[in-house]
């Protein structure tokens, strides 16, 4: 129940609108991370490669087919675990020279680049991907310089790899700071709500504490207690205006019934007065038990005369104001109906 009422709070949406707006960001900033670094590295390799395939092509120039014959297996000789692959070959495409065996079967794309697939020897046969540059040289023959691309594809997968982690971690921090965040507030909005509860039970002294922060719930909880205040003071008030308006009718009120009872026993019992005398007699019987019970109405409200209270059987209370409405409700044309499955008692003050 408790965590439902978490996951319902509006503190807790926004969170979550926060987290999906705070991860959108981290995505956006580590995807153009990943694009610059992959961009800047495949940028680098087809530079090397172009600067290698202009070092060559000079040579070419200079010393002929066995001048860069030379070249290439020095460089060969000097650096066997070079990440540069290379390959001359006759005009049938038979090698002359390179560490690869024969020349790759793909279809260069539309800006002269081969992307190609290579087993080397050194790690087993194992397949890897390259990139390379193919030229024709005078006689025909055929020269591809490329690079071994494997660190660019390991580095690829490590920047995605950082990326899906730094993504998790962002919406594993984010929804920790938002549960963490909504159960702040939804603790300062429970303490509100507990407080209005008992003032709605009747509790009008009590007030909404305050964190002592400045923050804006202590700025809500000083006005609403404010307010508090107001209605109190307006409720006792009141309850003062009406104390004193039972006190001071219920005085003439007894002495017009005492009169009227002395005046019921000095008429005589076949006086037609009587009747009317003890209507009057009864009427002001009722008024005064009236104000008597917006007295204990007030005492009761103030928090006092709780100790005189009495089992009061609600169904029996029910039933009986049902009867005392009945013929009136009748006169109107109404249905009065009652129902009570079973007795309900409480304690209380059954006028």
């Not at 009587?274 to 007295?295: C, G, K, P, Y």
């Not at 103030?302 to 009748?330: C, M, P, R, W």
Request: hydrophobic share 40%; proline share 2%; charged share 25%.
């Amino acid at each position: 129940m408790k965590h439902s009422k978490l996951l319902s709070s509006s503190t807790f949406r926004l969170a979550l609108i926060y987290m999906v707006l705070f991860a959108s960001s981290v995505m956006v900033l580590l995807g153009f991370l990943y694009w610059s670094t992959v961009a800047y590295m495949s940028n680098q390799t087809d530079a090397t490669i172009a600067a290698e395939v202009t070092g060559l092509a000079e040579q070419y120039r200079q010393r002929r087919l066995d001048g860069l014959i030379a070249v290439i297996r020095k460089r060969l000789e000097l650096d066997p675990d070079s990440s540069l692959v290379y390959l001359l070959t006759t005009p049938d495409y038979k090698p002359l020279i390179g560490n690869l065996s024969t020349w790759p079967g793909t279809t260069p794309t539309s800006d002269g680049w081969l992307n190609f697939q290579f087993k080397d020897s050194r790690a087993g046969g194992r397949l890897f991907h390259a990139r390379a540059r193919q030229f024709t040289l005078k006689g025909d023959f055929h020269l591809l310089v490329g690079r071994d691309i494997r660190e660019l594809e390991a580095t690829q997968q490590l920047i995605i790899q950082a990326l899906l982690w730094g993504l998790a971690i962002t919406l594993g921090l984010a929804l920790v700071g938002g549960i963490a965040m909504s159960r702040s507030m939804l603790r300062r909005i429970e303490l509100i709500n507990h407080t209005s509860r008992e003032i709605i039970a009747g509790d009008l002294s009590r007030r909404i504490p305050m964190s002592g922060r400045s923050d804006d719930f202590d700025q809500l909880a000083a006005n609403l207690n404010t307010m508090l205040d107001e209605i109190e003071r307006l409720m006792d008030g009141i309850r003062h205006v009406s104390d004193s308006i039972a006190h001071d009718l219920r005085t003439p009120l007894t002495r017009l019934r005492n009169r009227l009872e002395q005046l019921h026993t000095d008429l005589d019992t076949n006086s037609p007065q009587l009747e009317q005398v003890e209507r009057s007699i009864a009427d002001a019987d009722q008024l005064l038990s009236t104000f008597a019970a917006l007295l204990r109405i007030a005492r009761i409200e103030s928090g006092g005369h709780k100790a005189n209270f009495i089992s009061v059987d609600l169904t029996q209370l029910v039933q009986d104001a049902s009867e005392l409405y009945e013929a009136l409700a009748q006169d109107k044309q109404i249905t009065l109906s009652t129902k009570a499955d079973a007795s309900v008692c409480m304690e209380g003050d059954r006028d």
